[in-house]
């Protein structure tokens, strides 16, 4: 009766506590195909681990933004990087120049912080409260979760919406001219 006990116990755990492949798993399933058709499950995969990294050691923002260009751009096939680099050309060219496209990206990185940002810093402090006195696998599970809120078609749409509305209504076109192969566009409205 007292194995039965203890595995019983054991097992409401490993229910209620899902270990950090689990929840990877399960975040893989939120972003895919839902959201993406450009990268592979095995893409999207590897992604979320080396952005889990990025996330457990940066300690700001800024510091986030700057590593999570590595991981991204490591996740990409080299026909992918060059679609990549196409599209982010055609953009430039339509924009008016790098420069342009600059102005154009900080501006909608702003209008990004200034819808969640507030809430990505509570998110980051709830972890690092958590993260005390438990395992590695369990401070990947945490950020795993708080990925699973982020990285959703309702959250997509409400960023995307922040972003349009800080470009002009001719730029923001030629920056979804190529949404239909990056993103399952009938889940997200375009329209400016």
């Keep these: 009766m007292k194995h039965l006990l203890l595995f019983s116990l054991v097992l409401g755990f490993s229910v209620a506590y899902p270990s950090s492949s689990e929840q990877l798993e399960l975040l893989i399933d939120q972003v895919y195909p839902d959201i993406s058709t450009y990268l592979t499950r095995d893409q999207i995969r590897t992604l979320f681990e080396e952005l889990s990294v990025v996330v457990h050691k940066a300690r700001t923002l800024e510091e986030i933004a700057k590593a999570m260009s590595k991981p991204i751009i490591n996740t990409l096939t080299p026909e992918q990087k060059s679609e990549c680099w196409e599209s982010i050309q ?10 342009q496209l600059k102005v154009i990206f900080f501006h909608s990185m702003d209008a990004v912080q200034e819808f969640m940002g507030d809430s990505m810093e509570k998110d980051r402090a709830e972890v690092v409260g958590k993260s005390s006195g438990i395992t590695e696998d369990e401070k990947l599970t945490l950020i795993y979760e708080v990925f699973r809120q982020y990285f959703n078609i309702e959250f997509g749409q409400k960023v995307m919406d922040t972003v349009k509305y800080s470009m002009t209504e001719r730029d923001w076109l030629i920056a979804t001219a190529d949404a239909a192969q990056y993103l399952k566009v009938e889940n997200f409205n375009l329209v400016y």
């Design 90 to 99: 055609k953009a430039q060219k339509g924009f008016g120049g790098f420069q």
